[in-house]
């Protein structure tokens, strides 16, 4: 058999529905419960044979997206390469449609996508507990970004449970002008809560029972982003996009994870289409995109 020319994988980004974080812990992370829901913005990472590991973006934030080696992408071909003693000697090809720093995990996605698409290519079969390891190795995020659907993420995150959804959910995110640094927004809730006795982070069971029975109410009354007050501190102005898509109709807002993309829950599709209209419109963020939920976790896509 002959290696394939290139294995494309598809990633897709993620809102947290429920953020509760901890107290840092003394390794300078924090516990979390967080409830990952993938959602319909993807990313396509493609892995070709080459001669040394290089890395090329394409998308309208493509010139925001490093290509060294500090680029998620190239560090999971790197980790994978190194388990299988073989030279990470490929070329990754982002095509980037979720929002870079946002806070929908697209840097993850892109770790993740390579990371399978590496492991086709070069015919490895990895077992799946090895791909998750070297995802949390990658980072907090990476490992949903594989499994998608629906999950709780405790420890930094990395230690996952699926959890059953049981309809679909629409949503409209609002993209910020610039991103926002995930450890400083970490580090303005630690400054936030100095002093504080910050509880044990816990999953919801009423926002848990709300996605397990598809019930878009239940939930829009649930979310909850324990970040969102460092997001806010950092970025004021996120204040105003918050209310502008509630003001037209979106059922529930949220910072998205550490931000700066807001998240905005929906009853519908039509929904969805005036709400990001009215949020494009309302001069409170860069661009507005609609999505639904859950999706799946990173796919090979068929040659
Ligand atoms: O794991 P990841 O590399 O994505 O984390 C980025 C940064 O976010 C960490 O360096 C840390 O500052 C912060 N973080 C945290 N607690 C977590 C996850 C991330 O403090 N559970």
Known sequence: ?????????????????????????????????????????????????????????????????????????????????????????????????????????????????????CDALWGLDTPRDVLLEICAELGSDVPFSLVGGAALGIGRGERLTALPVGGA???????????????????????????????????????????RTGDTNALAGALANDLQAAALSLRPSLAATLTAGTEAGALAALVSGSGPTTAFLVKDAEAAESVATALTASGTCRTARVATSPAPGATVLPA
Not at 52 to 65: F, H, M, N, R
Not at 194 to 208: C, H, N, Y
Request: aromatic share 4%.
């Open 1 to 117: 058999m002959t290696a394939p020319a290139g294995v494309t994988v598809r990633v897709p980004a993620k809102v947290n529905v429920q953020l509760a974080v901890g107290a840092a812990r003394p390794d300078g992370f924090h516990d979390l419960a967080n409830v990952f829901l993938a959602v319909s913005l993807y990313d396509e990472v493609t892995a070709t044979p080459a001669d040394e590991l290089t890395i090329t973006c394409e998308g309208p934030d493509a010139d925001k997206v490093p290509l060294d080696r500090t680029n998620l992408a190239a560090r999971a071909a790197e980790l994978l390469a190194a388990r299988h003693g073989i030279s990470p000697d490929v070329h990754l090809h982002i095509a980037k449609d979720i929002p870079v720093a946002g806070g929908m995990a697209g840097g993850s996605a892109d770790g993740a996508g390579a990371l399978l698409a």
């Open 169 to 211: 959910f629409h949503w409209v995110f609002a993209v910020a002008d610039g991103g926002l640094s995930t450890p400083a927004v970490y580090g303005e809730f630690d400054r936030l809560t100095e002093g504080v006795d910050v509880p044990e982070p816990t999953a919801s069971p009423v926002l848990l029972e709300a996605l």
